[in-house]
């Protein structure tokens, strides 16, 4: 069975159609850039193009990089503001012409819904914890195997700032900090994490996720076991469609 997954992020805005019993694309991804502003009208014509690119008209599966209920999309950190109280499955489902139906959720839970049943959380019980570093950082809680949507654990206060701007990719790159600098922070954000939350294990997706050598023996004061993303870059792409089937 396929389903089509849409990733919205940032800088582009990517889509395939997905084999949901592979739990990978059933073809190779087709990509444009976000426009700037990146307002909802803008980016939901580009979902049109994603979609119509591969002539796809059944169910979609959208995310968005902020918190998503009911379809509506509530917080937008790195995107523009006016996307804040969209109905935003309603507005692509009447964008691509009103016979497909849309889900959208949160990016870091369609990351970790995918993990959880084809990569690095597969058959893992407990308490697991996604973090998806990137622009922001983003964060999916999973109990048992079931998702706890929306947890926006990117915004914990660490030091007295939003600990997304200290620990993300984007502020290590911002700060030109080393790997050992940042991985001190990133260190001090897990420790909090994990004082709150006590995952039996950490899931570290986002592009750096292709790089774990570079920092993950560097983190330090952390119980848990951590491990990087195993399906990385197509994570969003097929937890949207998973998600679109339910
Ligand atoms: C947003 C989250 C998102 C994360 C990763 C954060 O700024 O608030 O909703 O999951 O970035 O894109």
């Not at 914890?129 to 654990?153: C, K």
Request: with cysteine; glycine share 14%.
């Amino acid at each position: 069975m396929q389903i089509f997954g849409v990733d919205i992020g940032g800088s582009g805005i990517k889509g395939a159609p997905v084999d949901l019993e592979r739990g990978d694309l059933a073809q190779e991804r087709h990509k444009v850039l976000t426009p700037q502003p990146a307002t909802p009208d803008g980016v939901a014509g580009c979902v049109v193009e994603v979609v119509r690119h591969f002539g796809w008209d059944g169910p979609v599966g959208v995310t968005f990089p902020g918190v998503v209920t009911g379809g509506v999309t509530r917080t937008a950190a790195n995107m523009d503001k006016a996307w804040i109280g969209v109905d935003t499955a309603k507005l692509l489902a009447r964008e691509l012409g009103g016979q497909q139906p849309v889900t959208v959720l949160n990016d870091a839970d369609a990351a970790g819904v995918a993990e959880m049943t084809h990569g690095a959380g597969r058959g893992r019980g407990g308490t697991v914890l996604l973090l998806t570093l990137g622009t922001g950082i983003g964060s999916a809680l999973f109990t048992d195997g079931r998702l706890v949507p929306n947890t926006e654990l990117g915004h914990l206060e660490l030091k007295g700032h939003d600990a997304e701007t200290r620990a993300s990719v984007k502020a290590k790159e911002d700060g030109e900090l080393t790997w050992e600098r940042w991985a001190h922070r990133l260190s001090k954000y897990m420790q909090h994490v994990e004082m709150l939350f006590s995952p039996d294990l950490f899931i570290i997706g986002g592009g750096v996720s292709r790089k774990p050598e570079k920092f993950l023996p560097l983190i330090e004061g952390v119980r848990a076991e951590i491990v990087p993303a195993a399906l990385q870059n197509n994570a969003g792409i097929v937890g949207a469609a998973m998600a679109a089937k339910r």
